[in-house]
């Protein structure tokens, strides 16, 4: 079993940042990609950003040249750095990863959750 926990999120003006981190539990014996997703009510959860085990990085567009996925391998962390926050990227952040466990079987999982909530 493997489970993520994501934690960071709050409530922050237009302009302001926030930085999210996931932390992973578990037998893992290694971790792939790690990603962070939202998903604002009436919506699809949609991709934000992901990093592979080798630090290679997506963005969506709407991340692009403000958001920041970094990741400690040894910790099996990630995070995201969050600035020029808008009121539309208020949403809640869901963290991901894949990899295989000590068993060898793959994984997938994902966090419960954090809020971002940006005023205007």
């Known amino acids: 079993q493997v489970q993520l926990v994501e934690s960071g999120g709050g409530l922050v003006q237009a302009g302001g940042s926030l930085r999210l981190s996931c932390a992973t539990s578990?037998?893992?014996?290694?971790?792939?990609?790690m990603g962070w997703y939202r998903q604002s009510p009436g919506k699809q959860r949609e991709s934000v950003a992901v990093?592979?085990?080798?630090?290679?990085?997506n963005y969506a567009d709407s991340a692009k040249g403000r958001f920041t996925i970094s990741r400690d391998n040894a910790k099996y962390r990630v995070y995201l750095q969050m600035n020029s926050l808008q009121p539309e990227d208020t949403a809640v952040y869901y963290c991901k990863a894949e990899g295989l466990l000590l068993s060898s079987h793959s994984f997938n999982a994902w966090g419960p959750g954090t809020q971002v909530t940006v005023s205007s």
């Open positions: 578990g037998v893992v014996a290694e971790i792939n990609d």
């Open positions: 990093i592979t085990s080798g630090g290679s990085t």
